[in-house]
């Protein structure tokens, strides 16, 4: 049972490249997040999921989109890099209140 | 949008005493709050929670208070140890959304 798994753990980028996070869970859990967190502040949630199939905005969505084709897997997309979306990304799945967090994809851009 | 932000963004504590974290929230309709405890590189930790109809809640060496009236919420952590030393969220949960406080960094000094 290896929870929450994120890839890459570090990955840098160019101003307008693109790339995927990948985040998958084998808890079998219907509730999913992507988190933000830039130095010295909290978590901003980005996207989340209720469910395979259903994906929602959360606070700070501009620039990323997710998708939920199945209950493992809500990977993170980046279509055109900015200078802004360099943070420290967090994939968590929620049961009840309880939530398990990934340990993190580190991104630049520049 | 949400608002759940701490008093404080640092605290430093002698080993062995008492520490209360604070955490104040805007938002009247919050199902549930959490306490998360996040060392440097590694994703969020539950620590405890405490549903909205609850006004305290112990674990070990841990008690989190509610005061909906003013909208406050604190974390207790009796008897601090070196290993405690960390950043601690609040976080509450609002039908599916789930939102973080910026952070208190907790120093124990020995």
């Known amino acids: 049972n290896a929870g929450v798994t994120q890839t890459p753990k570090f990955r840098i980028l160019k101003i307008g490249q693109s790339m995927t996070l990948q985040c998958t869970q084998d808890?079998?859990?219907?509730?999913m997040y992507w988190y933000r967190q830039d130095p010295g502040m909290g978590l901003k949630l980005i996207y989340y999921?209720?469910?395979?199939?259903?994906?929602d905005k959360g606070e700070v969505p501009n620039g990323y989109n997710v998708s939920r084709s199945t209950t493992e897997d809500f990977p993170l997309r980046l279509e055109l890099a900015a200078p802004s979306q360099t943070s420290v990304y967090f994939c968590?799945?929620?049961?009840?209140?309880?939530?398990?967090f990934g340990q993190g994809t580190r991104l630049t851009v520049v | 949008g949400e608002s759940v932000g701490l008093h404080l963004p640092t605290l430093s504590v002698q080993e062995g005493d008492n520490s209360i974290i604070n955490c104040a929230y805007s938002?009247?309709?919050?199902?549930?709050f959490i306490w998360y405890k996040q060392e440097s590189g590694k994703g969020p930790q539950f620590i405890i929670d405490?549903?909205?109809?609850?006004d305290k809640r112990q674990g070990q060496r841990v008690t989190v208070l509610l005061n909906k009236t003013v909208k406050h919420l604190s974390l207790q952590i009796a008897a601090t140890q070196p290993g405690d030393s960390a950043v601690y969220f609040c976080?509450?949960?609002?039908?599916?959304?789930?939102?973080f406080g910026t952070g208190t960094s907790l120093t124990v000094i020995p």
């Open positions: 968590a799945t929620l049961v009840s209140t309880e939530a398990f």
């Open positions: 808890m079998n859990h219907n509730y």
């Open positions: 999921s209720v469910g395979a199939g259903i994906t």
């Open positions: 938002n009247s309709a919050s199902d549930y």
């Open positions: 405490i549903r909205s109809n609850m």
């Open positions: 976080a509450d949960i609002i039908g599916n959304q789930f939102y």
